[in-house]
């Protein structure tokens, strides 16, 4: 390994990694948020189609990943993030290129295929850059340019949708792999090390089996879900939502960057908070925020008109939005560093790190059912202006633009949110009787021990 004494040294690779990293998160959230609006403007799906292939996109990202590990330890990490950046750049480039459903899908599978690799691969890379007195640090430097590349590529695309269209966004994407690409190509060379024998595709396929048929630890990555899926309408239905409800002027795509934003800024103070708290309790309260954090993005109907803050005329959907967003990433500081702990406490004894392997499958339910369900409540209270008859197509246009009353198809859009509020509200519910129920099951086993 390279000498790694001074804490904040590290090699040339773990920097060249990291640098990839930024480049992908850019390139991918770049393209995440404005997928949902590409797909019914450029290949002509309807909400519900369009939310059912990002949310199948984004769950696949997710869950490929669990199978690349093993590929990814046998070739070699280099080889690993040549073979993945190769296919985001042809994946992203082909997407710019083509408007019909067949090759829309295959270009997505080749983005899914090639992310896959990509977190192993780095996160493996930091390992293998960093010893136990510095892999804190080299993690929290991952994570940071994991941030900052989501920041990045959100800011980017906003105008590039605005100025140029959203079917150009994946040029973007395409730009900034092949960047990563190059990078990788010629100043990527880890010193590979000798790593523990991967699991192999029916070892994974076992374990995952293992950890799904555990009722207790299923139900808790389920009830998880409930937070993740409304947190994951930054990328669903918010983006439409905005561009429907204000106008093509405007930019959820900034707008998703106040989550981050917040993480970075609490993140630490959050943490030294509940150090010391259960894990429960810190999970409970991120729970009560989600759904506040919806109901307060509903409340922009509850204004007519600009809302002047300090002299400056805010469009009511901005100012409510921005707020409810800034909640959930404050939200998600008390999940994020209490979850694991949590879920380790659900595992079987002995059996703690394979449980803890798949604790954030979560997030692939969160993405297969959240973004489908926001599709639909999209198509119900906020239709896509053009799918309405040309008489209402025409008062929507006026009334963005200021010179007519709310159609009618647009009166109920806040309950979208109202929708997400009880789908945080249930998760909170079925939160808190998980904790009395597994707390009674947990004494009662204890009793039976010492009897």
Not at 14 to 34: D, K
Not at 121 to 145: H, K, P, W
Not at 326 to 345: D, H, M, N, R, T
Not at 371 to 379: C, H, I, M, V
Request: hydrophobic share 50%.
């Amino acid at each position: 390994m390279a000498d790694t004494t001074s804490t904040w040294r590290f090699p040339r690779a773990f920097w060249v990694a990291n640098g990839s990293e930024l480049c992908e998160r850019a390139a991918y959230y770049g393209t995440f948020i404005a997928l949902r609006t590409y797909l019914i403007r450029v290949v002509g799906l309807d909400d519900v189609q369009a939310g059912l292939v990002a949310g199948v996109f984004g769950a696949l990202v997710y869950l490929l990943s669990f199978f690349t590990g093993a590929i990814t330890d046998r070739v070699g990490f280099r080889k690993a993030l040549m073979l993945a950046f190769g296919l985001l750049t042809v994946g992203y480039g082909a997407l710019a290129l083509v408007s019909t459903l067949a090759p829309v899908l295959g270009s997505l599978f080749l983005i899914v295929v090639g992310g896959a690799f990509i977190k192993p691969a780095i996160t493996g890379t930091a390992t293998q850059c960093s010893d136990d007195t510095n892999r804190a640090r080299a993690f929290s430097i991952f994570y940071m340019v994991v941030n900052i590349g989501s920041f990045t590529g959100k800011t980017i695309v906003a105008p590039i949708r605005i100025e140029l269209g959203v079917a150009n966004v994946p040029y973007f994407s395409a730009a900034a792999s092949f960047v990563a690409l190059v990078l990788i190509a010629l100043f990527f060379r880890p010193q590979e090390q000798a790593v523990a024998r991967p699991r192999s595709l029916q070892e994974t396929l076992a374990g995952m089996a293992t950890v799904v048929r555990n009722v207790r630890f299923t139900a808790l990555i389920l009830i998880t879900a409930g937070f993740w899926a409304v947190q994951g309408q930054l990328y669903g239905s918010m983006p439409d939502y905005v561009l429907r409800m204000a106008g093509e002027a405007y930019k959820p795509e900034w707008y998703a960057n106040v989550n981050p934003l917040i993480v970075v800024l609490c993140v630490v103070g959050v943490t030294q908070l509940v150090a010391k708290w259960k894990p429960e309790n810190s999970i409970t309260i991120a729970m009560i925020l989600i759904p506040c954090s919806a109901l307060l993005m509903s409340a922009s109907s509850l204004f007519s008109g600009p809302v002047d803050l300090l002299g400056i005329a805010v469009h009511p959907i901005t100012l409510m939005l921005v707020i409810g967003i800034a909640v959930q990433g404050f939200a998600e500081c008390f999940i994020s560093p209490k979850y694991l702990e949590f879920a380790s406490k659900q595992a079987p004894a002995g059996r703690e790190a394979l449980y803890l392997g798949y604790a954030h499958l979560n997030t692939f339910f969160a993405w297969l059912i959240g973004l489908p369900f926001g599709g639909y409540l999209l198509q119900e209270y906020c239709p896509d202006p053009s799918t309405l008859s040309e008489t209402e197509h025409a008062a929507h246009t006026a009334w963005l633009a200021g010179r007519g009353a709310m159609p009618a198809a647009y009166e109920h859009a806040h309950w979208i949110w109202y929708a997400f509020a009880g789908v945080g509200a249930v998760a909170l519910v079925a939160m808190i009787v998980f904790v009395v129920v597994t707390r009674r099951l947990d004494a009662r086993r204890l009793d039976t021990r010492r009897a």
